[in-house]
């Protein structure tokens, strides 16, 4: 059991070489949420095509994930919502009209062909790099994940299964405290409320608020009971500009590292924060947003690399490529190489783009203020917390067997589960409304490059990568923990719902 930051071979400051992996399914950009949705996983294959092209694909050890299991998602997820999500097709929606409404699947989360195996994808992914990292990897990269809304009984803002949840699941299996970073524009609710009465894992989350979805995140929400003061909202207005995001990101995290000392980190980098995105209103550049994955590498603790929003799709693949340049070590050349996608990033064909001249909105004494808040609430935390463990979870391994050779019914003894506790539990202090979110609207992008991949979804992506492609064993995420996940929200609660999802129209991921 691990007590503390894992200490890492370092190299210079924040230590240049990592023993990277990366996960990609050749399948996943094939996936189409549908026509006009801004959610377009098109640019996962985009981003790759970059890194192939960089040369960073032979930095790493590539796997193609095992899609998770039914049994695997009902780690988190509910037993009714997993089996509605597997049966629902585009063909059979009308007739589970009361089915869609319960479990929130409509036009934010529409039914598309493939669904459930788009959600398999990228959860195995997320579960197979937390699995990896749990068997001596330094850095696990899986762009297809992040999905941080999703909840336990319905989809949100474009998420369906909350990969992150399950992965921050494994890895507890072998640390005793896990940090969970969000650094998408939108407020990682899903992860939060996953985890908002436990010690074990700090979720700490950087984004818009304010009339803006999904109108959670308030300063004020710290975390419920053995959970308070473990997590952490730093509400941001529109147009924040890089140094003002690191004058907040840089204390605030280095203080968390102190204090909580996590065994692991899982960081969504959602790319709707940068400037320019479709949906997104803050201005960080690239390198900006990057700094926050070299500032969380400088650790030399194990991390976890998730994708999550981004919605002006050249940017994301520019982002994302950059930052597994930034988990090698590697600088990358602005001149982008020549590859399949090559027409979607003209006029300039480079991997950085300027921030715009938009008005930052976060005044010196309002960051000031919520930097002193945060920090105020990280100095009562005293020490990191201990968990003592009567039996050990197993880890979750790779037999060498043939696949074929295994019995797929095999199953632990449910009664070896870990306990939910369905009540999302509040901290005395009061949350700010989010009646006003039902005002949000898409925010169009004015550039004809977005549109490409409509006509593009259906074709196959790279195949140079073939060869290198290592394929990992089937995921086991069925041992129990200890401690049991808590806050997480009952579908019939409906006084937890803070806003009403059908009357936002593509307001996230």
């Given amino acids: ?65 095992n899609p998770a299991r039914d049994r695997d998602l009902c780690r988190f997820h509910s037993d009714d919502y997993i089996a509605f999500l597997r049966s629902v097709t585009p063909e059979t929606q009308q007739d589970q009209i009361r089915a869609l409404k319960r479990f929130n699947v409509g036009e934010d989360c529409p039914v598309f062909d493939g669904l459930y195996s788009f959600c398999q994808t990228y959860a195995g992914a997320s579960v197979g790099g937390a699995v990896k990292l749990n068997h001596g990897f330094d850095i696990a990269v899986n762009w297809s994940g992040g999905l941080h809304h ?46 908002y009465t436990t010690d074990r894992v700090m979720t700490v989350s950087f984004h818009k ?74 201005n960080l550049s690239i390198k900006g947003h990057a700094e926050c994955v070299k500032y969380m590498r400088s650790f030399n603790v194990p991390v976890l690399l998730l994708g999550g929003g981004g919605y002006t799709i050249r940017n994301v693949a520019r982002c994302w490529c950059y930052e597994t340049g930034v988990a090698l070590g ?16 003209g006029p300039d064909y480079t991997l950085h783009v300027a921030p715009s001249n938009m008005e930052n909105k976060n005044t010196w004494q309002q960051l000031d203020e919520i930097r002193s808040k945060l920090l105020d ?72 490059n977005d549109n490409m991949d409509q006509d593009m979804h259906t074709s196959k992506g790279p195949e140079a990568v073939a060869e290198e492609v290592t394929y990992s064993k089937p995921l086991d995420m069925n041992s129990s923990l200890d401690e049991a996940v808590s806050g997480m ?21």
């Fill in 150 to 195: 999703a909840k336990k009984c319905e989809a949100s803002g474009f998420c369906y299964v909350n990969d992150i949840v399950l992965a921050i699941l494994e890895l507890l299996k072998q640390h005793e405290r896990v940090l969970y970073v969000d650094i998408d524009i939108h407020h990682g609710d899903g992860v939060e409320e996953a985890f």
């Fill in 489 to 509: 929200k009952a579908e019939q609660d409906a006084s937890v719902k803070l806003a009403d999802p059908s009357s936002i129209i593509y307001p996230k991921s």
């Fill in 377 to 448: 609430n990280l100095s009562k935390l005293r020490h990191a917390p201990s968990v003592q463990f009567q039996e050990r979870p197993p880890e979750t391994e790779f037999p060498e067997a043939d696949d074929d050779q295994e019995d797929p019914d095999e199953r632990q003894d449910p009664d070896l589960d870990m306990d939910i506790d369905d009540t999302k539990h509040y901290d005395e202090t009061p949350r700010k409304p989010a009646t006003a979110v039902t005002s949000i609207r898409i925010k169009r992008e004015n550039n004809d």
């Fill in 1 to 65: 059991m691990e007590s503390g930051g894992n200490s890492l071979p370092s190299i210079g400051t924040d230590g240049s070489k990592r023993k990277v992996c990366y996960f990609y399914d050749p399948e996943v950009g094939n996936y189409y949420y549908g026509q006009g949705h801004p959610m377009k996983p098109h640019r996962i294959r985009m981003t790759h095509a970059l890194l192939s092209r960089y040369g960073l694909l032979n930095q790493m050890h590539m796997f193609c994930p």
């Fill in 330 to 345: 590697v600088e990358l050349e602005d001149k982008m190489p020549a590859h399949e996608y090559y027409e979607y990033f």
């Fill in 209 to 282: 608020f304010g009339d803006y979805f999904p109108g959670t995140g308030d300063i004020r929400d710290i975390g419920y009971g053995k959970g308070k003061y473990y997590s952490l909202n730093v509400p941001l207005d529109d147009g924040i500009d890089d140094e003002s995001y690191q004058s907040l990101f840089k204390p605030i995290m280095g203080k968390v590292m102190e204090v909580f000392r996590p065994g692991a980190v899982v960081l969504q980098c959602g790319a709707d924060s940068l400037s320019g995105d479709r949906l997104g209103c803050f």
